[in-house]
C-alpha cells in the first residue's frame, strides 16, 4: 500500500472545520489591521533562500527540498515565506505604489527535518510582513497581532518573549566581545556550536546542548552593547505593548544569526505543545530588502506553525466547534422518485441551502441514520401515500414538528427552512 510520505500527512474532512476556524480568525485580525493577502510561489529559485535565509543556517544547508528542473535551473520548494514576499515586493516595485505595504499570506511551507509533535516536512504557516517604515510601533504591532490571534483561540499558556539585536554597527563590536570571551572554551563545544563559531556566533545561544548552555550562561549579552538609538527602539516597543496589555519578557538570550536582521526579534511560545515549543516567531530585518537586490527599506514581519498552534488548541481544549451540520437530507421512500428527489436537491442548493441524499439505494431507516450521521436539521420526505397526493412532508430534527407541502411548492419549504 503507498501511504503518505514521511513528514506528511493528510488533513481530513473532519480536521478541516479546525483549520478554516483558525484562518477566519487569522484573515480577521490582519483585515482589521488593514494588511492585504499575498500569494506566492511554492517553489523559487535556489539562490533567493540562499541569500534570503543564509547559507550558513540549518534550514538552507540541511533542510531544503531543492532539484534541478528541465530547464537545469536550480529551484527550492519554499522553506519559509519572506525570502518570497520581498522577492515580490522588490519584482513588482510595490514601493513605488505606496510608501507602507503591510501584506499577509497565509500556504504550505517545506522542511526536510526530523518530524517531531506540531512539526512536519511540509508544514503551514501564517504571517504578516510590513515594508517600508523604521517605525517601532510596527514591531510591536507584529506583536499584538499574533497575540490577538492566539487569544481569540482561546490559548491560556502563553509567553511572549521580546529582544533588541541593534543595528549592525553595534552588533559587530559585540560579536567581537563575545568571540573573545567563547574562545577559551571552544574546545568544550558542540561540535555544530564550533561551526557556528565561525559561522554565525551569536547562534550558539540557540545550543539545546547542555554543556553548551553551561559555557553560554555567563557569555556577555548583546544588550549591554547596543548604541543609544537601539535602546530607544525597543523602550518605545516594551511601552507600546505595556499600554496594549501584552504581557512579555526580555530574554537577552533570543537571538537571530544574520546580518540583515536589526532591533525587535521575538518569540511566542506555549507550554502546551511539548519542546517544539514556539509559535511564532519574527522581527524586523531592516537590511533584506537590500540584500536581495531592492533599495535599502526597512521591512518587520513574523510568522507561526499552523500545525503547532492547532496542537496547542487540542491539547488546551481551547475552542469547540459545533458539530457541523446540514440544512436537509433528502429521504426517498420508493422507487423511481430519485429523478425528482435529485432536482429537488439541486433547486435547494442553488437557493443557497445545503443539501445532501442518498445515493445508495438504502432504505428508509438507512437514509435516516445517515440524515443523523450529517446532523442534518430537516429531512425531506418524499413518496408514500403523501407524494401521491402531490405533498413531500418536512420534518424539523430539532423538534420533531412535520409539516406538509405542496410538491410544487419548493419556494414555501425554502423559505420554512430559512425562517428556522
Wanted: a neutral charge.
Amino acid at each position: 500500500m503507498i501511504k503518505a510520505v514521511t513528514g506528511t500527512r493528510d488533513i481530513l474532512p473532519n480536521d478541516i472545520p479546525k483549520w478554516n476556524f483558525l484562518l477566519s480568525i487569522v484573515e480577521s485580525v490582519f483585515t482589521k489591521f488593514n494588511y492585504k493577502e499575498i500569494r506566492t510561489p511554492i517553489f523559487e529559485e535556489t539562490s533567493l533562500f540562499a541569500r534570503g535565509i543564509g547559507e550558513a543556517t540549518d534550514i538552507v544547508s540541511k533542510e531544503m527540498y531543492t532539484f534541478i528542473d528541465r530547464s537545469g535551473d536550480s529551484v527550492t520548494l519554499r522553506p519559509e515565506m519572506t525570502a518570497g514576499v520581498v522577492r515580490a515586493f522588490i519584482e513588482h516595485s510595490l514601493d513605488k505604489k505606496q510608501n507602507l505595504n503591510k501584506l499577509f499570506y497565509a500556504g504550505p511551507m517545506f522542511r526536510q527535518e526530523r518530524p517531531q509533535a506540531g512539526r512536519f516536512r511540509q508544514f503551514h504557516q501564517f504571517g504578516a510582513e510590513a515594508l517600508g517604515s523604521n517605525d517601532p510601533l510596527l514591531d510591536a504591532e507584529m506583536i499584538i497581532m499574533s497575540y490577538d490571534i492566539f487569544n481569540r483561540l482561546g490559548l491560556k499558556n502563553l509567553i511572549v518573549k521580546i529582544n533588541s539585536l541593534g543595528v549592525p554597527e553595534s552588533r559587530e563590536n559585540y560579536k567581537k566581545v563575545l568571540r573573545q570571551y567563547v574562545e577559551p572554551h571552544l574546545n568544550k563545544l558542540s561540535s555544530e556550536s564550533k561551526k557556528r563559531f565561525d559561522t554565525n556566533i551569536m547562534r550558539i545561544f540557540d545550543s539545546k546542548e547542555e554543556n553548551d548552555q553551561k559555557i553560554m550562561a555567563n557569555a556577555p549579552l548583546l544588550i549591554e552593547y547596543l548604541d543609544e538609538e537601539s535602546l530607544q527602539h525597543f523602550e518605545k516597543v516594551k511601552q507600546t505593548l505595556l499600554s496594549n496589555k501584552i504581557p512579555f519578557e526580555v530574554d537577552t538570550k533570543l537571538v537571530r544569526g544574520l546580518d540583515y536582521y536589526t532591533h525587535t526579534t521575538f518569540e511566542i511560545v506555549s507550554g502546551s505543545v511539548g519542546s517544539q515549543s514556539a509559535l511564532c516567531g519574527g522581527g524586523r530585518y531592516n537590511l533584506l530588502v537590500k540584500e536581495l537586490g531592492g533599495s535599502e527599506t526597512p521591512g518587520v514581519g513574523f510568522a507561526a506553525g499552523m500545525e503547532r498552534i492547532l496542537l496547542a488548541c487540542e491539547n488546551e481544549k481551547s475552542f469547540l466547534l459545533d458539530d457541523e451540520k446540514i440544512d436537509v437530507f433528502i429521504v426517498t421512500i420508493e422507487k423511481g422518485l430519485e429523478k425528482f428527489a435529485y432536482q429537488t436537491a439541486v433547486d435547494f442548493r442553488r437557493k443557497g441551502l445545503i443539501v445532501d441524499l442518498d445515493y445508495l439505494s438504502r432504505s428508509v431507516k438507512a437514509q435516516m441514520r445517515e440524515a443523523n450521521r450529517f446532523n442534518a436539521k430537516y429531512v425531506l420526505f418524499i413518496g408514500g401515500e403523501e407524494f401521491s397526493r402531490d405533498e413531500i412532508v418536512l420534518k424539523n430534527m430539532r423538534n420533531s414538528e412535520q409539516k406538509n407541502f405542496s410538491k410544487k411548492d419548493l419556494d414555501k419549504i425554502f423559505e420554512s427552512i430559512k425562517e428556522k
